[in-house]
């Protein structure tokens, strides 16, 4: 007698967010809810919400209903974008799996009904016709986060025809009433830039063909209910965890029926699956919220959840790359160390420009020894100064890339990402190094590894500054992108593993590699090369829907900005860099002392405040004036808060009218500080009356900052009636300091 496939009805919840799924019938795991926490259900609650899920018959449509799995199987009359695209010499393209097993947390699922928290549910299937496996991993995290990856594997025999995968892509079913986009645009200095639009019937699809994340990248694709804010309206997103090709879709039928989906985007012939051989795709996460505030503190404490999510304080981090760009001069960069150790910087890191031939961007890359004509005792003398005036050294690489003139180039053509004999056409005057080819892997990792042996590096600043194009293999002719991807996420492990310790930050031309498959091998991302605070302010404001602060590199600027040429009060760009993990791009040798004073002041304040920025919630003020932001950080014990008051524009009122801080305990009382760093009140500042004694206290300011006496209310009226906003001028930084009120 053949045994019955094990079915279940399967509920998880955690963090407010329940997972109702169906995996009954030996068929695939279909999602019956997805969003707000449910409660407590019985197994029939559980059978009557399937039941209540399944929609009436209507004309010219199937003659069953149609059942959406995790992974979309077109077998079942769903005629949207398949979860499984592939083929067996032309066969085998539609396959039908049926479930063998079922487990929780590695244990088998014994009953008809499952209730728990969070954990990982394992399905395994098969199609013995297809001569496929099939592994789908559905996870929900602690923080409310789903997760979901699959593995196929060939079942064939010696001998059978390759089973050629071209797409596998996962979906998360959203309900009706989601109808309004929320995505990403982008450029080079202008990442992440916020766009929406309606969802209607059809797909919506962004897809990153770049060969890391791009500056345009879906980074997290929501939709939600029309109008949703930070802090109110239900949306759902998703996130490929992947740095190479991928994509993001949205897509409604004409049924009504809609879902989010992604994964790995694969080029023709890149996973090609003999007898045995298995392909696994990228974690696919969701994130529910009410609101995008929710949304990104799942993501937030998931990553800060982490083993290896780094907890020590975050060093304030100069990088010499605006002061000084190729023109190294040891004698001037140890000036500059000692400027910013000065001033209270805890890590000094060497831009590009510091190895063989590399006197400007056209050669060198690849030639990963030490300028010998720039450098003739070595790095050693500037590393020493450094780590003597009680800094971490950091050294820029980029591991990835080759110019073709350099001495790699020469002597190894065929190491570079080519197709058909041609090299792809050149971006930044380079190309792409196959690290997918042992040989090319092998050489980057001893460079590398000698460098870091010979000198003390706790620091390296990863760059990747062109997308791949024609990225194929010499001379096979085969698409090289998945292939280069693992392997770079295989030199930074590697290189982690034979240097504990090490921090690596992951640039891409900026902030063209933000995703959480990098930085489960890197400390921090680069949000972007334009650190113009005006930009930065939007920037930030959306690449935290993905990552918390302490992940964000957020450097104050040079007065004059080397990107935009704009020019800004230090105030506005330090205030504005404060609000990760904090850093400076600037010649400190060209400061004058009332500058390097206050730059002093600033880093004292960060110092002061950053473990509060860096493990409280992000909050972000809805406000119908764009001109001013107002966001912050809020303690998880929600005693103590720091907000920022971003002025980015002038508004059409004068004054501004109230605004509001959100996020705090509504019955606790709390006492609202503004505070002042600066040694001379800030120009074109006026406060308003809850405020008294602000613009006296900036003569009191200390190397930290000090606080005027402010005002006491609850955390429900400051969240729903708040406090009348300050006259500014625009591009300026304010910042309150909210505590609790000890009990009278």
Not at 706 to 714: E, F, H, I, R, T
Request: aromatic share 8%.
């Amino acid at each position: 007698m053949t045994p019955l496939p094990p079915s279940a009805f399967v509920h998880l919840s955690a963090a407010g967010v329940s997972l109702l799924l169906d995996v009954t019938e030996g068929r695939l795991p279909a999602v019956i809810h997805w969003g707000a926490a449910l409660g407590a259900l019985t197994e029939r609650e559980a059978r009557a919400l399937a039941v209540a899920d399944v929609p009436p018959a209507v004309p010219n449509t199937m003659d069953e209903p149609v059942r959406l799995a995790i992974l979309p199987e077109p077998h079942t009359g769903w005629s949207g974008k398949p979860g499984l695209a592939g083929h067996r010499a032309g066969a085998d393209w539609s396959p039908k799996f049926e479930v063998v097993s079922l487990e929780f947390d590695g244990v088998p699922v014994a009953g008809p009904f499952v209730e728990t928290g969070p954990g990982v549910l394992t399905t395994r299937a098969q199609d013995p016709t297809a001569q496929l496996a099939l592994t789908l991993e559905v996870e929900l995290l602690a923080s409310g986060l789903v997760r979901t990856r699959a593995t196929v594997t060939s079942t064939a025999g010696a001998g059978a025809a390759l089973y050629d995968v071209s797409d596998l892509a996962l979906a998360l079913p959203t309900p009706g009433r989601a109808r309004e986009i929320l995505d990403f645009a982008g450029r080079w200095g202008k990442e992440r830039t916020p766009q929406r639009r309606p969802l209607g019937v059809g797909i919506h699809e962004r897809e990153g063909r770049k060969g890391r994340t791009g500056a345009d990248a879906a980074t997290v694709l929501s939709v939600g209910e029309p109008g949703f804010g930070f802090r109110r309206g239900e949306v759902w997103g998703v996130h490929v965890a992947w740095s190479g090709n991928h994509r993001h879709y949205a897509e409604r039928l004409f049924t009504g029926a809609q879902v989010l989906g992604g994964g790995e985007l694969l080029l023709p012939g890149e996973v090609r699956l003999d007898a045995g051989e298995s392909y696994t795709s990228p974690w696919l996460y969701g994130a529910y919220g009410d609101g995008l505030d929710e949304q990104a503190a799942r993501f937030h404490r998931y990553l800060r959840g982490r083993d290896r999510h780094p907890v020590r304080p975050r060093p304030v981090t100069l990088n010499v790359w605006e002061a000084v760009y190729f023109d190294h001069d040891p004698a001037r960069l140890v000036d500059l160390a000692e400027h910013a150790a000065a001033v209270g910087v805890e890590r000094y890191v060497l831009d590009d420009g510091w190895f063989r031939h590399r006197r400007g961007a056209r050669a060198g890359l690849g030639d990963w020894y030490v300028d010998e004509d720039v450098w003739p005792s070595g790095l050693g003398p500037l590393v020493d100064r450094v780590t003597d005036l009680g800094m971490e050294f950091g050294l820029w690489f980029e591991p990835e890339m080759v110019n073709e003139d350099s001495d790699l180039a020469r002597a190894h053509p065929e190491w570079i990402l080519q197709t058909g004999g041609r090299l792809p056409v050149s971006a930044r005057h380079q190309q792409v190094l196959n690290l997918g080819l042992p040989e090319a892997f092998d050489y980057v990792l001893e460079r590398m590894t000698a460098i870091l042996d010979e000198y003390d590096i706790a620091y390296i600043k990863w760059d990747h500054n062109r997308d791949l194009v024609d990225a194929d293999t010499w001379p096979t002719g085969a698409a090289g992108v998945h292939a280069q991807t693992l392997a770079a996420y295989r030199l930074m492990a590697t290189l982690k593993e034979r240097f504990p310790g090490l921090e690596i930050e992951a640039c891409a031309s900026g902030g063209a590699r933000v995703d959480l498959g990098v930085i489960e091998h890197t400390d921090r991302v680069w949000v972007s090369d334009c650190i113009d605070p005006l930009e930065r302010q939007e920037m930030v404001r959306w690449t935290t829907q993905l990552l918390p602060p302490e992940l964000l590199g957020a450097h104050i600027a040079s007065g004059v900005n080397h990107t935009t040429g704009r020019s800004h009060a230090l105030s506005f760009r330090a205030g504005t860099a404060l609000f990760g993990h904090l850093g400076i791009e600037w010649d400190l040798a060209g400061a004058t002392d009332a500058e390097l004073r206050d730059l002093a002041s600033w880093v004292a304040l960060y110092r002061s405040v950053r473990h509060l920025l860096h493990t409280g919630d992000v909050v972000r003020a809805d406000s119908v004036d764009d001109s001013l932001h107002v966001y912050g950080s809020v303690a998880q014990d929600r005693a103590d808060a720091l907000f920022f008051l971003a002025f980015t524009g002038r508004a059409e009122v004068s004054p501004r009218g109230r605004f509001t801080l959100p996020g705090l305990a509504p019955s606790a009382l709390y006492r609202v500080t503004p505070v002042v760093v600066a040694a001379e009140p800030e120009p074109g500042l006026g406060w308003p009356a809850w405020a008294a004694g602000a613009a006296g206290a900036a003569g009191a300011a200390g190397a930290a900052g000090s606080a005027a006496p402010g005002v006491v209310l609850s955390g429900r009226a400051l969240a729903e009636v708040g406090l009348q906003a300050p006259a500014s001028f625009p591009d300026r930084v304010m910042i309150l300091r909210i505590t609790v009120e000890p009990a009278a």
